[in-house]
């Protein structure tokens, strides 16, 4: 879907079958809207880019899908049933801002921590749970930190520490809220290369994202928000000047340059093909 009136059209489509649905949400913080008739379907197996600026609700949208505010108004389905019933479905990886990296646990701790859907609560961690977890870790680079107390690692290998964490659950769908920011190029490197590896096995990831710059050079699918859903789909289709002006309004400098660059490439248009980097 292109823009809001057909994803209002939508209301009904991929209800049971879509990795998340969402109809009619709104989310207000003291009485004022932040989310406001958002109506959204995600296909399965695509990497989803949510971009808009800032204080558009991006973080929240994901906050929302998971629970973690409450909406006013709206229905969210993940495969067609709630988030508590398919929780065991869905992998997170919050902002580094919002976790309290002084808490005193170990990498492996943290990924650990992922497999408490298969462990149960309560539970003690048993040595083989702890080799998994390790295995995660050495999957994101970083098996050689693994009894390294997360507060002494940096901005980049505490990101890659959760991303471990999302692995480990071996969700379905995972959402990631900016993952890429503050983080060096070398772990910016590895969580493409993890993103397309995710997409590879099947599976679909939203992810937070401000550069847009990259869009087209990570994601294949893209939500523009501020506030209402204004265009959703393919990049090629949706990551169009006239679709970033409405979600943007008159902050189009960058993204005037960055389109122009992706139309001056051989084989790429304005629309977003594949292609350009930062």
């Not at 709104?26 to 296909?43: F, G, Q």
Request: glycine share 10%.
């Amino acid at each position: 879907m292109s823009n809001l009136s057909e994803s209002e059209n939508m209301a009904d489509a991929g209800q049971d079958t879509a990795p998340i649905w969402i109809n009619d949400l709104t989310v207000a913080y003291h009485r004022k809207p932040v989310l406001w008739d958002v109506n959204l379907v995600l296909p399965e197996g695509k990497l989803v880019a949510v971009i808009g600026p800032n204080g558009a609700g991006k973080s929240t949208l994901i906050k929302a899908i998971l629970g973690l505010v409450p909406k006013a108004t709206g229905d969210i389905r993940i495969y067609g049933r709630s988030y508590e019933a398919q929780r065991r479905l869905v992998g997170y990886v919050p902002q580094r801002e919002s976790v309290d990296w002084d808490f005193p646990v170990s990498a492996t701790d943290v990924v650990a921590m992922g497999l408490y859907g298969k462990i149960g609560w309560l539970k003690p961690v048993s040595r083989r749970h702890r080799e998994q977890a390790v295995e995660e870790l050495r999957k994101v680079g970083m098996e050689a930190y693994a009894d390294r107390q997360i507060s002494q690692l940096s901005g980049g290998q505490q990101q890659r520490v959760f991303l471990a964490r999302a692995l480990a659950q071996d969700a379905q769908v995972y959402f990631m809220d900016e993952p890429f920011a503050g983080v060096d190029v070398a772990t910016e490197k590895a969580i493409v290369a993890l993103l397309k590896e995710l997409q590879t096995a099947g599976k679909t990831c939203v992810v937070v994202h401000h550069d847009l710059q990259t869009v087209t050079t990570y994601f294949d699918h893209v939500v523009l928000l501020n506030m209402r859903v204004v265009a959703a789909g393919p990049v090629e289709e949706v990551f169009t000047e006239e679709n970033l002006k409405k979600t943007y309004g008159g902050k189009l400098t960058l993204l005037s340059q960055a389109l122009h660059k992706y139309a001056q490439q051989p084989g790429i248009g304005t629309g977003g093909a594949k292609g350009g980097h930062r």
